[in-house]
């Protein structure tokens, strides 16, 4: 079974408590994703390797630290996913981004794929594939298939808000994918609508309905 983790750091959790509510609008819950993906981007690369190399400082030779490994890729999947990249990007500027489109049909909650393009190395890379919702864990879950069809060994998911149905869904499907969340909600309602949730995201981002 893959890992599972909530982010429970104070700011993160403060942060989420204003994305939430209802009275906050477009801009300052865009503002919001965009910090609270930077909060979560900072504890989910805690494990990255580092390798001492040797620096020259103006005063005397160090023997410091930089990352090696492998490089990262960020996997928005739209719309909604694409509110998380630049906090994420400032974090970590050299990261290549790929996209992956699908949209939930209204009817039968199923996945829809409508658009893909990833970096040309992404089995070379650590993949964190972003999206604010995993619901019924049906668009996770299909484009991480998608990933994996293509080459992708190394994926990571990171979530704001998850039901656990989404979780089940991913664990279920994908083991080797760690699940990085800001808050692991009750349930779905009847419209596959997370509960307590933060309604659509998608349509909170860019102002549509
Ligand atoms: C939302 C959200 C996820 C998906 C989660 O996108 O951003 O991608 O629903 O639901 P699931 O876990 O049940 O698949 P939506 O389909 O509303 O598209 P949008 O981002 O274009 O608004
Ligand atoms: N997609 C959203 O944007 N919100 C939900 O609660 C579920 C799916």
Redesign the pocket.
Known sequence: MSNVFVLDHPLIQHKLTYIRSKHTGTKEFRALVDEVSALMAFEITRDLPLTEITTETPVMEAQTKVLSGKKIGLVP?????LGMVDGILRLIPAAKVGHVG???DPET?Q?VEYYIKLPSDIDERELIVI??????????NDAIHSLKKRGATNIKLMCLIAAPE?VDLVQEEHPDVDIYLGALDKQLNEK?YIIPGLG????RLFGTK
Do not use: K
């Not at 999206?131 to 996770?140: I, N």
């Not at 659509?200 to 349509?203: I, K, S, Y």
């Open positions: 999947i739209l719309r909604a996913g699908l949209y939930r909650l996945p999206d604010p919702m995993l619901a019924t864990g049906g668009s996770a989404g596959g659509d995201a998608g349509d």
